[in-house]
């Protein structure tokens, strides 16, 4: 639909009637030679202006833009060349709003020192286009204005190998922040779930309606998947396959490119998926229900019964659970009231000092969780259990809503 603005109309020419008065309401004659040279000069005048917007020239046009959103029929690629970014000492700095600072932290960077994250944050809001890149490791961060990149906003922001895939109103890019590099991979499209080096994307906001699933790897190409059943969810990942939750029936399934439909890998409820692992809950005949991890390449699973105190469905605004490796879940313990990392091989529960609406990111080399606070980033060291406190001091207030994307060094 076209957004609709002040009408714009031509202006009727005003005829007089009678000749002109001067302030003394006497008439003033006009010489009929002036006036016809008036009328000429104005001729040439406007001959003037007709020709130079007929031909692009100089010309000031009066009607705005067209500001009619376009709906993508199918998800175009893009291979337009990636943008740089001026640095802030370069020419034209001026019109290049990016700032880079040390980063505070809470234990004089020790943690990272000793144990290396090996991971890049970017901090990111819903629908603003300043976001700030955190390099943990060396102590740096860095605001950038990602418009001057060609985002024109952010709805959605996953880390996806080196890099980030930003979903924006145009569609869904490949973003460097740091190199300031920019590729338009989609044209529309919402991001569904994220692999090592693809995405899977889907018609904008498909709800429980049935829709094709789109496959796009980090050179733009893509490739249409079977169609996905109404109400089916979550979403994962195994190698190149699109795994689907069967919804309210269960099961998992999985989806390769060119298969003609999807295909039984596991009974039970998807909780989480990484490139050859499962996690999934089956309930028995009896409604006891255990958590199998299931290896796919060597097709075995391990079961592990859930302790009666953890909620898995109170944590429903985090929206990656497991650590990268599948060994530790994020769930809601009932008798301490708070978020706690359950890790699974030693069955143990850590309290975490998180809240509803906080974001949360899994740093790469599986030690690593990032917590969103207020204006900083609390990192929890699994091995260890120390909380650092990272604050990037670049006068940005992010209290309200932050989100973490987690990409790799």
């Given at each position: ?42 001729f040439v005048a406007l001959l003037v202006v007709v020709v130079a917007v007929a031909s692009g020239g100089g010309g000031t046009s009066t009607e705005g833009p067209d500001t009619t959103e376009s709906v993508p029929t199918s998800f175009a690629t893009t291979t337009e060349p990636a943008t ?326």
């Amino acid at each position: 639909m076209t957004p609709t603005g002040p009408l714009r109309s031509t202006p009727t020419p005003v005829l007089m009637e009678a000749e002109p008065t001067d302030l003394h309401g006497e008439v003033v004659a006009v010489d009929p030679r002036v006036r016809r040279g008036v009328l000429v000069a104005l001729f040439v005048a406007l001959l003037v202006v007709v020709v130079a917007v007929a031909s692009g020239g100089g010309g000031t046009s009066t009607e705005g833009p067209d500001t009619t959103e376009s709906v993508p029929t199918s998800f175009a690629t893009t291979t337009e060349p990636a943008t740089d970014v001026i640095e802030d000492d370069g020419p034209g700095a001026a019109a290049t709003p990016s700032t880079t600072t040390t980063i505070q932290f809470s234990d004089d960077k020790g943690a990272f020192a000793e144990n290396p994250t090996e991971s890049i944050l970017m901090l990111w809001t819903f629908n603003d286009t300043r976001v700030v890149v955190v390099e943990v490791d060396s102590g740096r961060a860095t605001s950038v204005d990602l418009t001057t990149l060609g985002v024109d906003t952010v709805k959605n922001a996953v880390g996806l190998g080196d890099g980030f895939a930003i979903e924006t109103r145009s569609g869904v890019s490949l973003v460097d922040p740091l190199k300031g590099t920019f590729r338009q991979l989609t044209a529309g499209g919402s991001v569904l779930v994220w692999g090592d080096d693809e995405l899977w994307i889907s018609t904008p906001y498909p709800g429980g309606d049935s829709f094709v699933p789109i496959r796009v790897d980090l050179a733009g190409e893509h490739v249409e998947l079977p169609a996905v059943p109404p109400k089916s969810g979550p979403f994962g990942f195994v190698g190149d396959d699109l795994l689907v939750g069967g919804g309210p029936s269960g099961g998992v399934y999985s989806g390769a490119v060119g298969a003609p439909t999807y295909e039984l890998l596991s009974p039970g409820a998807l909780l989480a998926s990484s490139a050859d692992t499962l996690l999934v809950r089956v309930c028995g005949e009896t409604l006891d229900c255990s958590i199998e991890r299931h290896d796919i390449a060597l097709d075995q699973s391990t079961s592990q019964d859930v302790p009666a105190a953890l909620n898995f469905d109170a944590l429903w605004w985090i929206e990656s659970q497991a650590s990268p490796e599948l060994d530790a879940y994020l769930v809601y313990s009932e008798p301490a009231a708070t978020p706690v990392i359950w890790e699974m091989e030693s069955d143990e529960t850590v309290s975490l000092p998180i809240t509803q609406s906080r974001s949360i990111g899994w740093g790469v080399n599986n030690d690593w969780l990032f917590i969103a606070g207020v204006n900083e980033v609390l990192a929890f060291h699994r091995p260890t259990l120390a909380i650092t406190r990272i604050t990037p001091d670049l006068e940005m207030d992010l209290a309200e809503g932050m989100q973490i994307a987690v990409a790799s060094l």
